[in-house]
């Protein structure tokens, strides 16, 4: 392979990486905000236990996301400097948003619900988590903006050897944009949702004494499944009226990865919409049910990679689609010694970070509710990880 194999295949990698923390991130966000409101409208400790439960995956997977995102804005600096010398007037700057959005504002308000248990008054700790839900979105509304105007570099015209913003307007309403993020949260809510199918599925075979905790996150994961497919598919299908022709036709990878993931989407709509759906008051007594929901848990993030896939690979040989071609954004001066050197460590550090997420996660899963970290009060007993 050489240098420009090796850096395309090193960022396709740890964007895949990245993708798998923020699709979860992204589907629990609203999840758990909704379980803080009723617990702070009901008082009941079932939704108190919901929040604290689930809350403690979502933190977990959100600190773990951060850090793979800090490893993934290195590579724009070191791999792709063509990248910023013609694009980084334009591209830049919703970069610059997401990082003012997702480090400091989402990350302050998340601090404010993580250490305001017990602390602050009730409605403005629910405030917080809201909060949370909308600057995390607010983060992944302007990295859809970048990768839009990758696909379709609107509102920039060049001048020179590099590309200058000349309507913001255009930029924040790409094409390219209006279907792709609705699509990107759809699928967020898919996996959010089945995540808690499967997790819930597991202690309910297990009969679990948080009977009630996990048949109310059962039928809360499927109708967030259910929201979220419909969306992801309805709008995937939309962008169809978008994407520039031959985009897949003509694209081996991109093809394949389309094909897969409208196969395995549509087959997973079938069995949320038409199954799942209607059997929801009895799914947490069917037993027999309980495996294959447990095992449909990888899928949604199976579907998702597939879908970045088809997005990225499909834009191929463009790093943005006529003006400036991969090989042109490449370094110069990159070594194959360099570049695989900066592969070995990102791809390690990146997939390190994902073993030592899962491994968490699993074993707050395992545990189940008792000995919640999140929200404790100090009588309580607090076990580790």
């Known amino acids: 392979m050489d240098v420009l194999d090796i850096a395309r295949l090193q960022f396709a990698l740890t964007g895949s990486l990245h993708f798998l923390f923020v699709v979860l991130t992204l589907g629990l966000a609203p999840l758990v905000a909704i379980m803080n409101t009723r ?46 010398h013609t694009a980084g007037d334009v591209f830049g700057a919703p970069l610059a948003m997401e990082t003012l959005v997702a480090f400091f504002l989402e990350s302050t308000f998340l601090g404010l619900w993580i250490f305001g248990w017990h602390r602050l008054p009730k409605w403005l700790h629910v405030a917080s988590i ?18 839009s105007f990758l696909q379709n570099p609107a509102g920039a015209t060049r001048v020179g050897d590099h590309l200058e913003l000349t309507d913001a307007g255009a930029l924040m309403s790409n094409p390219m944009l209006v279907y792709a993020l609705p699509h990107v949260i759809g699928a967020a809510l898919f996996t959010g949702g089945l995540v808690m199918v499967g997790a819930s599925a597991y202690h309910l075979r297990r009969r679990t004494p948080d009977l009630e905790l996990f048949t109310r996150s059962l039928r809360m994961g499927v109708v967030a499944a259910a929201v979220g497919i419909l969306l992801a598919v309805a709008m995937g299908y939309a962008q169809f009226s978008v994407v520039p022709e031959g985009k897949f036709s003509e694209n081996t990878g991109a093809g394949l990865g389309l094909g897969f993931m409208i196969l395995l989407g549509e087959l997973l709509m079938f069995v949320v919409l038409l199954v799942m759906l209607p059997m929801i008051r009895v799914l947490h007594r069917w037993r027999w049910t309980h495996p294959v929901l ?62 030592v997420d899962y491994v968490l996660i699993m074993r707050v899963v395992k545990r189940g509710p008792v000995g919640t970290a999140l929200g404790a009060r100090p009588a309580e007993p607090v076990l580790s990880y």
């Open 39 to 84: 617990w702070a409208r009901s008082g009941n400790p079932v939704h108190e236990g919901m929040t604290r439960f689930w809350g403690q995956i979502y933190v977990i997977n959100y600190a773990m996301g951060i850090v793979t995102g800090l490893v993934m804005e290195f590579q724009f600096g070191l791999s792709w400097s063509g990248l910023a």
């Open 130 to 147: 809201w909060m949370v839900v909308l600057t995390a979105y607010g983060s992944a509304f302007y990295i859809m903006v970048a990768n």
């Open 294 to 355: 447990i095992a449909m848990t990888p899928l949604p993030f199976v579907i998702s990679i597939l879908g970045w896939m088809a997005r990225e690979i499909g834009r191929q040989p463009w790093m943005i689609t006529g003006e400036l071609t991969v090989a042109d954004a490449l370094s110069p001066g990159l070594t194959q010694p360099m570049i695989a050197m900066s592969f070995a460590g990102f791809v390690g550090v990146l997939g390190m970070l994902a073993v």
